[in-house]
């Protein structure tokens, strides 16, 4: 599991914490939430042995996660930041005036499922899906001109029988015409005959 503990605090007040395994984390943890300067929007790791602290404080609302040196910090910081917005629209500006643990009986619940999602589930990496989702539209888009470039060859076949076809209707209008030019010199030596034959007679 890439993800192995984390907490929503709002300075060094702990409002919601989880962890996966038995570890020092949680102490760890607020060691690092009394170190963090002032209340600027800040994201920052710290290293701890093969684990990183991953921290992520927006408004005065801090969301820290324990992951795995293997991790990143791309996995983590999105694990962060979906915290965040979920925390903030459950209990909004609740969140100011809450006690120690006052969401943790609730909250905690969100914080395992996240974890886990984020430690086991490969669409959760953002850019790994959409690049997945890129090699899929390229796939369809090679397939396509696949097509596209086979129905040119059956184009180009269908040209060529055209030009064929036109070059053998040309040719058959010619015989066309010198066949019925034949058969009208027949019938004017025909009728030349004819008249000749009559007029011996009269």
Partial sequence: MAILFSLVARGSV???????????????ARQILDKIPGNNDSHV?????????????????TVLCMADDTAGRRIPFAF?????????????RAVLSAQAYGMNDEFSRVLSQQMEYYSDDPNADRINRIKGEMSQVRNVMIENIDKVLERGDRLELLV???ANMQGNTFRFRKQARRFRSTVWWRNVKLTYVLLADTCLYL
């Fill in 45 to 61: 790791s710290y290293s701890q042995d093969r684990y990183i602290f991953h921290v992520k404080r927006t408004d005065g609302l």
């Fill in 14 to 28: 702990v409002l919601a914490e989880c962890s996966a395994t038995a570890t020092n984390a949680s102490a760890i």
């Fill in 80 to 92: 962060l930041e979906d915290i965040h917005q979920r925390f903030v629209k459950t209990y909004g």
């Fill in 160 to 162: 060529d029988k055209t």
